[in-house]
């Protein structure tokens, strides 16, 4: 029930191209699920993160689908850029636990072709 | 702009060594985290600390203690090292609501 199934393994797209990764998990009383990007010999860094009170939230060229029903989420990069090339995660957090343990998928590595 | 710091980049023990990896933040952040990346499995919690002298085992902490005397730096300690060990680590730290910020990680092979 603590799980978060992140898919696809591995993404390529051309420029200009949308990819987009999916996430499942189960434990409805996560209440905060966050995307990280992860540069080849650096730490995760938070991309957009999104709350299971709205269903869509844009930032800039990064957008978060949340369908709560189907306890599910996506990350869909507009436009994509050779730029965007790493490697994804998603998580899953409940903060009301005090803890913040964040619950994190297998990663989507994503190449971006120039 | 929020600071996580491991101090130990890249690290070359043998099997059976005591090892020591060092997160230090700048922000007086109260929850402090390790992970463990490897390839196909994700980031996975080894231990977290939630105050100075307080912490939890996260879901993979066998092989592994934590410390946490000031509220700045949480170590992650290898008492026997193996080489199963040999992993990607990653110490994060919580700023406010749910968001968590990451170092840059520590790279271990134990030979």
Known sequence: QQQVKQSPQSLIVQKGGIPIINCAYENTAFDYFPWYQQFPGKGPALLIAIRPDVSEKKEGRFTISFNKSAKQFSLHIMDSQPGDSATYFCAASRGASGTYKYIFGTGTRLKVLA | ?111
């Open chain 2, 1 to 111: 702009d929020v600071k996580v710091t491991q101090s130990s980049r890249y690290l070359v023990k043998r099997t059976g060594e005591k090892v020591f990896l060092e997160c230090v933040q700048d922000m007086d952040h109260e929850n402090m985290f390790w992970y463990r990346q490897d390839p196909g499995l994700g980031l996975r919690l080894i231990y977290f600390s939630y105050d100075v002298k307080m912490k939890e085992k996260g879901d993979i902490p066998e092989g592994y203690s934590v410390s946490r005397e000031k509220k700045e730096r949480f170590s992650l300690i290898l008492e026997s090292a193996s080489t199963n060990q040999t992993s990607m680590y990653l110490c994060a730290s919580r700023v406010s609501g749910n968001t968590i910020y990451f170092g840059e990680g520590s790279w271990l092979t134990v030979v």
